[in-house]
């Protein structure tokens, strides 16, 4: 449903003088939709479509943030990446989804100046990847329900257009993955996503697990 909108301004802006920026922008919200109802109707089918590898988190971050590089520039917003490289075991055609439906959430509500950071940490029973923003922020009694399906809350209702399906889709490929997202948040401060790769997890097993 969501949809719509992008494509009702583009229909406005057919009729004025066109704003290439604006123009991307709008293609950019469409392209995301698609993905995330293609990706959903993935879900039922996803051991029919993975391939579990080595593959490296921060180059999937940089590609995410190479993506969205004109909403960087155009609100201001600055990237402080915070790590070189971080090997992981996962899909990266799927990890890529995931962190770009994280990104996205990020961009969305981190105001005009803003910044986001994204760091990564390992330990001897798991490797993290944080991304970290300074935007408005999500209430202590919305936070548990984030990744609920449609869930938008207090932030999506006021501030922003909001489908209440990316962290929903985020947290349930990264589970397929043997993987899981947390988020922490205080309103007016900053939220941070937090995908867990636990290393004692065999995402191979994972997955046959989760298709019997």
């Not at 940490?121 to 449609?150: T, W």
Request: aromatic share 10%; glycine share 6%.
């Amino acid at each position: 449903h969501e949809i719509k909108t992008p494509i009702a301004v583009l229909r406005l802006l057919q009729q004025t003088e066109m704003d290439p920026e604006s123009v991307r922008e709008e293609i950019s919200k469409i392209e995301n939709y698609v993905d995330q109802a293609l990706y959903y109707a993935k879900l039922d089918s996803f051991n029919q479509d993975y391939d579990i590898q080595h593959c490296d988190i921060i180059q999937i971050v940089k590609r995410s943030v190479k993506a969205h590089s004109k909403a960087f520039f155009s609100q201001q917003i600055r990237i402080d990446l915070q790590a070189d490289s971080l090997q992981v075991q996962s899909d990266p055609k799927w990890l890529q989804f995931i962190v770009n439906q994280i990104l996205t959430n990020s961009l969305k509500y981190t105001d005009r100046g803003g910044q986001i950071t994204i760091s990564a940490f390992e330990s001897a029973e798991e490797k993290q990847l944080m991304i970290r923003d300074n935007g408005i922020g999500i209430s202590q009694k919305d936070l548990p329900r984030v990744f609920n399906r449609g869930f938008t809350g207090e932030t999506g209702r006021t501030h922003a257009k909001s489908t209440g399906m990316g962290l929903y889709l985020a947290q349930a490929l990264s589970n397929k993955l043997g993987h899981y997202v947390t988020c922490s948040s205080e309103v007016g401060v900053y939220t941070e996503f937090t995908i867990h790769f636990p290393k004692d997890v065999d995402p191979y097993f994972s997955i046959q697990k989760s298709t019997r």
